[in-house]
């Protein structure tokens, strides 16, 4: 896609937090190189708008409802037009720049970063250039299951086999829901959304 020039750069903002929206509608228009194309509280409503709205980048928090930045990256990948993606996080995960990139996303900060930062990323991403933490790339379609802890290959294996989850909690002395928030982790470690993903990585790997 060729690099986008045009002046002002119109922004739209996608995060769950009000708070959020309010200081970055401030920081922008105190600026005159963006305009603010639009807001949206999660991925889903981010999506509805772009069948009717123009952005050039989005800039987008990583843990919202309905749709995680996750999901919004999944969707998007196959529109030939299609905003630059700037995610823009407090989660402290390492292995979430990785994962953005791999996704798709052309830009990751962390909201520990000075919020002026933000400002140059923009400019950067509308013209064409990636911002991302330093990240060793040889790593970003290596084996996902060589980043997992043995006892997450442990709960791995035990899906893979078949397991539920209150077959899980039973064999861990834990409770359904420490499992369900045990797996949630694992599913971000390996980059999938679900169960069924899970298990498809494990038996992939055993091959």
């Given at each position: 896609?060729?690099?986008?020039?045009?002046?002002?750069?119109?922004?739209?903002?996608?995060?769950?937090?009000?708070?959020?929206?309010?200081?970055?509608?401030?920081?922008?228009?105190?600026?005159?190189?963006?305009?603010?194309?639009?807001?949206?509280?999660?991925?889903?409503?981010?999506?509805?708008?772009?069948?009717?709205?123009?952005?050039?980048?989005?800039?987008?928090?990583?843990?919202?409802?309905?749709?995680?930045?996750?999901?919004?990256?999944?969707?998007?990948?196959?529109?030939?037009?299609?905003?630059?993606?700037?995610?823009?996080?407090?989660?402290?995960?390492?292995?979430?720049?990785?994962?953005?990139?791999?996704?798709?996303?052309?830009?990751?900060?962390?909201?520990?970063?000075?919020?002026?930062?933000?400002?140059?990323?923009?400019?950067?991403?509308?013209?064409?250039?990636?911002?991302?933490?330093?990240?060793?790339?040889?790593?970003?379609?290596?084996?996902?299951?060589?980043?997992?802890?043995?006892?997450?290959?442990?709960?791995?294996?035990?899906?893979?086999?078949?397991?539920?989850?209150?077959?899980?909690?039973?064999?861990?002395?834990?409770?359904?829901?420490?499992?369900?928030?045990?797996?949630?982790?694992?599913?971000?470690?390996?980059?999938?959304?679900?169960?069924?993903?899970?298990?498809?990585?494990w038996h992939e790997a055993r091959r």
């Amino acid at each position: 896609m060729a690099a986008r020039t045009k002046l002002p750069i119109e922004v739209a903002l996608v995060d769950k937090s009000p708070l959020v929206h309010a200081a970055l509608k401030s920081l922008l228009a105190h600026d005159e190189r963006f305009s603010l194309a639009f807001v949206a509280s999660d991925g889903e409503r981010f999506l509805d708008a772009l069948e009717r709205l123009h952005c050039d980048v989005a800039v987008m928090g990583w843990v919202m409802p309905y749709k995680d930045g996750r999901a919004v990256l999944e969707a998007l990948a196959g529109r030939p037009e299609r905003p630059r993606i700037v995610i823009y996080t407090g989660d402290p995960d390492p292995a979430l720049p990785r994962q953005a990139m791999a996704l798709g996303a052309a830009a990751f900060l962390s909201k520990r970063e000075p919020p002026e930062r933000l400002l140059d990323i923009l400019t950067a991403v509308a013209h064409g250039q990636m911002v991302f933490p330093f990240l060793d790339v040889r790593s970003l379609h290596a084996d996902p299951l060589g980043r997992l802890s043995p006892r997450e290959r442990e709960l791995l294996g035990s899906l893979g086999t078949g397991c539920t989850n209150a077959e899980l909690a039973r064999a861990l002395g834990v409770s359904v829901n420490t499992v369900k928030f045990h797996l949630r982790n694992l599913f971000d470690k390996l980059g999938v959304r679900n169960r069924a993903q899970a298990v498809q990585l494990w038996h992939e790997a055993r091959r």
